[in-house]
């Protein structure tokens, strides 16, 4: 059974940083790419970044892109998400997942659908004001 346990959230006012934590365990961590989403009130569970099993590769949303990075440290079965210059859209609560395919390359759909992973944590609150 894989856990998962999402950490680092918190309220920041627009422009600041955080940094998202999540420890993994139930699965060799460094075989799996990872993935983290949001969910905002009222809307879809949405891709926001994602690193392959090796951390060679990454992709990310859009939205996000040039303002957050994804990384992972496979010592601790941790990934992390850095966030910078925050802007009050990204008030959601940031799960992680890992990606359900053994040693799956960042290459397709898959990655970017919520429906394609298996595990959730409980997700960590992060509230940006404006």
């Known amino acids: 059974q894989v856990q998962l346990v999402e950490s680092g959230g918190g309220l920041v006012q627009a422009g600041g940083s955080l940094r998202l934590s999540c420890g993994a365990s139930?699965?060799?961590?460094?075989?799996?790419?990872m993935a983290w989403f949001r969910q905002a009130p009222g809307k879809e569970r949405a891709f926001v970044a994602a690193?392959?099993?090796?951390?060679?590769?990454?992709d990310y949303a859009d939205s996000v892109k040039g303002r957050f990075a994804i990384s992972r440290d496979d010592a601790k079965n941790a990934v992390y998400l850095q966030m910078n210059s925050l802007k009050p859209e990204d008030t959601a609560v940031y799960y992680c997942?890992?990606?359900?395919?053994?040693?799956?390359?960042?290459?397709?759909?898959?990655?970017?659908?919520?429906?394609?992973?298996?595990?959730w944590g409980q997700g960590t609150q992060v509230t940006v004001s404006s």
């Open positions: 997942a890992p990606h359900p395919t053994f040693r799956r390359a960042i290459t397709d759909s898959t990655w970017r659908s919520a429906a394609s992973y298996d595990y």
């Open positions: 139930g699965r060799t961590f460094s075989n799996y790419g």
């Open positions: 690193i392959s099993w090796s951390g060679g590769s990454t």
